[in-house]
């Protein structure tokens, strides 16, 4: 089996094109196949270096690796033309020699009679020596006029079009370049593609793909048409929605393993699983769970999927993730805080930009109100307790703490607000003994001392 990805570097990673990405992927691994990356850079006015990194960088931090050296389509572009050349050889294609004007007057025709605009197939008979000077051919398919086109859709079931409907498409522009449609299918069969799964807007090019995959004699692929992402309220997928690059995704504090298992639920589903680790997707992956219905991106189960992530995560990644959010400007005293206490931030962070917030307070040096009185004296107390822990363990300081209010008949909550207060001067943090753990025994004091 061999899957492909195919992005035009014209912009970002798209979430649709990553979802479309991550499926042949999986598809290619649970089958140990091949997944082949092809850059469809033909566009050249359009076609950027920039894009081009963007998709790289965003498919790698996805964890969607390729098999071999990515495809750029434009370092093919002359073998396209030769082939369709030789399609002329065969009688399978032709030259077109109609101008701009004549053109122009079939599609005004077409009109004026309430049709589709068509080209007429003027030239699909005609011989070459009647061709008019100055006008350099465009080639043409010779597509079938009568009967329909069949489509054996793995997800969409048996699609049909009528052939008259579809009119002799070009293959090679006039300036000689190779259109979409030609270089798609050639690089499809030279790159031994045997699955394509893309977003259902390509139903109509898969009709004149078969076309020209008929015309030169080679074996179909099999497709699939999912159908395309849309926002929660049932429109097709905008900015306004979430259509967004990966990259901005990942700014927002999402982790890789968050939106591959959101995307994988949106047009796939395993029972009724959720939660699906890299591994487990591998393993069930199959053709079969595709959906027909459009699927629905919702920022709130994406949200719980990455707390979910962030809570199992590594205390050490974590810390790394962070630092590129934070910038390297941290001290190493700062950062060791940081990552004694990571297992108490993440429990309260939903993405990575809630994680840096929290993590704030390990960070910044803030220089806590002074206290009311009743506050100072339980604080006094609470003090000299401190001091005379030696083991500054999590376990230890709240059993001693714990010992402590109910020696001095002081409730536990108060205890812990007011040392909340006093280490950081703010109301919401993680738990008192992950602060305490995390900003260790020296600074701990230090800033008690500071309100005292």
Known sequence: MVTRFAPSPTGFLHIGGARTALFNWLLARHHAGKFLLRIEDTDRGRSTQEAVDAILDGLEWLGINWDGDPVFQSSRLQHHVELAKGLVESGRAYYCYCSEEELETMRNEAKSRGETPKYNRMWRDRDPSEAPVGISPVIRLKVPIHGETILHDIVQGQVTVSNDQLDDMILVRS??????????VVDDHDMGVTHVIRGDDHLTNTFRHIQIFNAFGWNLPYYGHIPLIHGTDGAKLSKRHGALGIDAYRRMGYLPEAICNCLLRLGWSHKNDEIISREQAVGWFTLENLGKSAARLDFSR?????????????????????????????????RRRLLRGM??????????????DLASIYVDDIVPEKLLQKDQSILRETFSRLESIEDWMEENLERQLRIFSSEVAIPFGKIACALRNALTGREITPGIFDMLVAFGKEESLRRIGLTL
Do not use: W
Not at 175 to 184: H, R, Y
Not at 311 to 317: F, G, S, T
Not at 343 to 356: C, F, M, N, P, V
């Open 343 to 356: 297992t108490g931030l993440k429990q309260r962070a939903k993405t990575l930009l809630e994680l840096r």
């Open 175 to 184: 300036d000689g370049s190779p259109t979409f449609m030609l270089s798609v």
């Open 302 to 334: 994406l949200n719980n999927l990455n707390g979910h992530y962030l809570r199992a995560a590594d205390n050490v990644r974590l810390l790394e993730n962070l630092m590129e959010i934070m910038g390297n400007c941290v001290s190493e005293e700062k």
